[in-house]
DNA sequence: GTGCCTCGAGTTCC
DNA sequence: CTCGAGGCAC
């Protein structure tokens, strides 16, 4: 692999090259430790870590907690390696309707501005978990589990088990990224549970779990004897394309080796999707694998490039999945959990129940209004029947995952039976807990007088987008929370811990049970490195309502440093300099204005965000650095009629590289955009100075 | 004011 | 994963 010097590296390029290379060293690691047959020569594991240990000198921001320079040449204990996909495996969007299909399609034809009928590939969507398979000159290099879409586990050696998957490819591209799904058949999982059982080994609840275990098995002697099947149904990175259309790439996939679902059809618009999901559900039962639902592709890869993505889903494909599995159960009980932001959720607790291949205990109940009948509209739903403990309820998982209450047996109901009544106390410190105008939910008011609120709040400040230490998860955190000897109670605690741990000579962390020499030292290593902060982490971690991960790193990308944000925020109210200049954020309306200026203008709230902050560094963010395209980083302004593609996908096209897309063009606008009939915008333009180009010349600019 | 599109927050089970 | 709601474009 050709390497740019790290001095030319891009911060994204440097994080995801850290990335690689942890999870390469870590491979070398485990198979030489391991498996007795080194992979890479000496010189070649050397010169890895010596790459790496440049790129974290040059970006210590970026330096992760599983750092390879930070390892001793030990064999990790446990755990498979990272790998960062170089194309993101996405989800799809949902649909549970008929007419959520003849929605899509016209969604998909107005965005291409298509008058006519549009071709559409179906398929079944099968119930297992993708992989995805990356060859390099023909030969499988990494299979990657999907994780969060962006990095995923190296499952290589147990994917290289599976008798469905090739080895080797010939006549392929030199790069060829297959995604597909790992299965099981329900006659290998009833065989696999049997034995298992008469070993005396747990079985499996449903054969997807049985695949998802198989798979992630340490020891890939264990997959292989696992009876996994395959059906590659998609494509990462490509070096040349596979085909124009969907439904031939798959069969090109075919023709390289790989197994494709036989009930794949292409489909002339929506009457012949509905028509092909109806088939296949009609077939569900004899398929001999399960499926929950068909997917639907745009057939022609030109106008799946032009759709192109949403922040997390493709425009050009819909999952219209199967109505969801019911099952009927007893409700023993309503307990309320408080939240981070103090909502009150309510949590049935159910006599388990199967449903859809799991057993149900616990189910959501979303609010208040939700277990009275009604919405927050004051609608009723389920016919305005409410939930009372005692009674006989209908569980089902939405989207196969979260159990909800979709209905009540009135004719089960006791007759002694009382509706329940939601607390207007929080349960865990007795402050009042109100609801807000318009708002669905009953807040406590205690702030961080109360107890769950506090700990909720440390578990957020911990958490993945946020400071992230590893070693220190929710689990941690709650014992640290109610320790009488080292305390957790405000994030800065974290940061004293081994101080206070040191000065206390007596009860040493490292002695207690559940801790040992090893494991404390890596706790507090972890703490450590964590001090320096990207502003953006920081910004989330705080956890003030209504600022998640985005509007936090538009915060961060906008102040730059800890001190601009700061003094901005602290002094921001409505109508003044600062909240203008807070709300003229892209992303950042009055709501979010009015929670950040309430917590840092809080006397308790402002009290413990600055002894963390005495604590840390933390690391400014630039702005975002342009990328690589022409327009990245500027202001566009499109005007008049465009003639190769719509309004919206210009947008989403200039987005996509960079570029700010802005209604009405003003002294801040770098570019216009005209097309024919542009009116007053152009004349705007011209006034100012600002560039004019025609559609052409914009297509041109972009490289299209 | 209305209608997208995203984001934020809360949730379950393995 | 889903719901509710914030933010913004039309």
């Given at each position: 692999m050709k390497e740019k010097p790290v001095e030319a590296l891009t911060e994204r390029e440097a994080a995801e090259e850290l990335a690689r290379l942890a999870a390469a060293i870590a491979a070398a690691n485990r198979a030489y430790h391991t498996l007795d047959a080194p992979e890479i020569s000496d010189a070649e594991y050397d010169a890895l870590k010596r790459r790496n240990a440049a790129i974290e000198a040059r970006f210590p921001a970026l330096k992760r907690a599983d750092s390879p320079s930070d390892q001793v040449g030990a064999a990790l204990a446990e755990g498979f390696g990272k790998v960062v996909h170089r194309v993101r495996m996405l989800s799809l969007e949902n649909a549970f309707s008929a007419e959520e299909v003849t929605e899509f399609d016209e969604r998909v034809r107005k965005f291409l501005n298509h008058s006519g009928a549009l071709a559409y590939t179906a398929e079944p969507k099968i119930d297992g978990l993708?992989?995805?398979?990356?060859?390099?000159?023909?030969?499988?290099?990494?299979?990657?589990?999907?994780g969060d879409g962006e990095v995923g586990e190296n499952v290589t050696e147990n994917a290289l088990t599976i008798a469905d998957i090739p080895r080797r490819l010939t006549g392929a591209p030199r790069v060829l990224e297959v995604r597909g799904e790992v299965y099981m058949s329900h006659a290998d999982f009833a065989a696999l549970n049997d034995r298992?059982?008469?070993?005396?080994?747990?079985?499996?609840?449903?054969?997807?779990?049985?695949?998802?275990?198989?798979l992630r098995q340490l020891d890939a002697r264990i997959t292989a004897s696992r009876p996994l099947k395959f059906f590659?149904?998609?494509?990462?990175?490509?070096?040349?394309?596979?085909?124009?259309?969907?439904?031939?790439?798959?069969?090109?996939l075919k023709s390289l080796g790989f197994p494709t679902n036989p009930l794949t059809v292409l489909c002339d618009g929506p009457e012949a999707m509905?028509?092909?999901?109806?088939?296949?559900?009609?077939?569900?039962?004899?398929?001999g694998y399960d499926i929950d639902g068909v997917v639907y592709k745009v057939d022609d890869l030109a106008l799946q490039a032009r759709l192109g993505f949403r922040s997390s889903t493709p425009r050009w494909a819909l999952a219209h999945k199967f109505p969801a599995e019911l099952a009927w159960t007893e409700l023993l009980g309503i307990d309320i959990q408080v939240g981070r932001t103090g909502a009150l959720s309510p949590v049935a607790r159910l006599r388990p129940v199967t449903v859809g291949g799991v057993v149900v205990s616990n189910a959501t109940l979303h609010n208040e209004d939700y277990i009275a009948g009604r919405d927050s509209k004051g609608q009723p739903i389920r016919g305005g029947k409410d939930i009372r403990v005692g009674d006989w309820v209908q569980v089902y998982r939405a989207g196969d995952v979260i159990p909800k209450v979709a209905d009540v047996d009135l004719s089960r109901r006791k007759s002694d039976s009382k509706p329940f009544v939601f607390p207007d106390r929080c349960p865990e410190c007795g402050s009042p807990?109100?609801?807000?105008?318009?708002?669905?939910?009953?807040?406590?008011?205690?702030?961080?007088?109360?107890?769950?609120?506090?700990?909720?709040?440390?578990?957020?400040?911990?958490?993945?987008?946020?400071?992230?230490?590893?070693?220190?998860?929710a689990k941690q955190v709650e014992m640290f929370f109610n320790d009488p000897i080292l305390p957790v109670k405000t994030p800065a605690d974290i940061f004293t811990l081994a101080a206070r741990d040191a000065a206390n000579p007596l009860q040493k962390l490292k002695n207690r049970e559940g801790f040992g020499e090893v494991s404390v030292a890596k706790l507090f290593a972890a703490i450590e490195a964590r001090r320096t902060i990207p502003l953006d982490r920081l910004i989330f971690a705080l956890g003030i309502r209504h600022v998640g991960e985005v509007a936090a790193g538009l915060l961060a990308r906008h102040?730059?440093?800890?001190?601009?944000?700061?003094?901005?925020?602290?002094?921001?109210?409505?109508?003044?300099?600062?909240?203008?200049?807070?709300t003229s954020i892209n992303g950042i309306g009055a709501v979010m204005a009015q929670s950040l200026a309430d917590a840092f203008q809080n006397p308790a709230e402002r009290a413990a965000i600055d002894a963390l902050v005495a604590q840390l560094s933390v690391q400014p963010v630039q702005a975002r650095v342009a990328t690589d395209s022409p327009v990245a980083g500027k202001t566009v302004v499109f005007t008049g009629t465009l003639e190769k593609m719509t309004r919206a996908e210009a947008k989403a096209r200039a987005?996509?590289?960079?570029?700010?897309?802005?209604?009405?063009?003003?002294?801040?606008?770098?570019?216009?955009?005209?097309?024919?009939?542009?009116?007053?915008?152009?004349?705007?333009?011209?006034?100012?100075?600002?560039?004019?180009?025609?559609?052409?010349?914009?297509?041109?600019l972009i490289g299209a």
């Open positions: 993708s992989l995805s398979l990356r060859y390099e000159e023909g030969e499988l290099v990494v299979a990657a589990t999907r298992q059982a008469a070993a005396g080994e747990k079985t499996f609840a449903n054969p997807r779990n049985a695949a998802a275990g198989s590659a149904y998609s494509w990462g990175e490509l070096s040349e394309p596979l085909a124009k259309t969907q439904f031939t790439a798959i069969a090109r509905l028509a092909h999901y109806r088939l296949v559900e009609a077939q569900r039962a004899t398929l807990a109100n609801r807000e105008e318009g708002d669905s939910v009953r807040r406590c008011t205690g702030g961080l007088i109360c107890p769950a609120q506090a700990v909720e709040r440390l578990k957020h400040f911990v958490s993945r987008g946020a400071f992230d230490i590893e070693g220190l998860g102040y730059g440093t800890w001190e601009a944000f700061e003094t901005a925020v602290t002094r921001a109210a409505p109508g003044n300099p600062e909240w203008q200049e807070l987005e996509a590289l960079g570029a700010k897309v802005a209604g009405s063009v003003s002294a801040r606008t770098d570019l216009v955009v005209a097309g024919p009939g542009a009116g007053s915008k152009a004349k705007e333009a011209e006034r100012l100075g600002v560039p004019i180009i025609d559609e052409d010349a914009w297509l041109r």
